[in-house]
């Protein structure tokens, strides 16, 4: 279990599972939105971005669609505190591929799969468990 606690709205549950819904067979992703605080990491909108690898087992997120929820992010001086991503037929647990890509993050990876929606973070090379509040 992680250190930190993610505080994410039903409204942004409820799009990334309806997100994961609208997107089958295929992945869905986008970007998490908030502000990043100590204990506390704070979605203050989750924002659906193109899926540019658009297949069943990975994603990608689209590069135009992410600069543009960057940009506008920092105009109102919040920061991507991570991404989403759904499995559509499988659990929400990282996929080998999904480790691999967390090594070179450093933000929450929020998961929605066939037993749920989770939270993760990778620390020092280990995946933790994020409550979600
Ligand atoms: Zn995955």
């Known amino acids: 279990m992680s250190d930190i606690e993610l505080h994410i709205s039903k409204n942004d549950i409820t799009l990334i599972l309806d997100e994961l819904e609208a997107n ?15 204990d506390i990491v704070t979605v ?11 297949t069943e087992r990975s994603f990608e997120l689209d590069p135009t669609g992410f600069y543009k929820v960057w940009g506008d992010a920092e105009k109102e001086g919040l ?11 499988s659990p929400s647990k990282p996929s080998d591929w999904d480790k691999k890509t967390m090594q070179d993050t ?22 933790e468990f994020v409550e979600m509040v």
């Open 24 to 38: 089958r067979p295929f992945e869905a992703c986008g970007v998490l939105v908030g502000i990043e605080g100590r």
């Open 44 to 54: 203050k909108q989750a924002v659906p971005v193109k899926n540019s690898k658009r």
């Open 106 to 127: 450093s933000g929450i990876w929020v998961i929605a799969g066939i037993d749920g929606i989770f939270a993760y973070r990778m620390v020092k090379g280990m995946v």
């Open 79 to 89: 920061d991507i505190v991570g991404v989403y991503h759904t499995h559509p037929s």
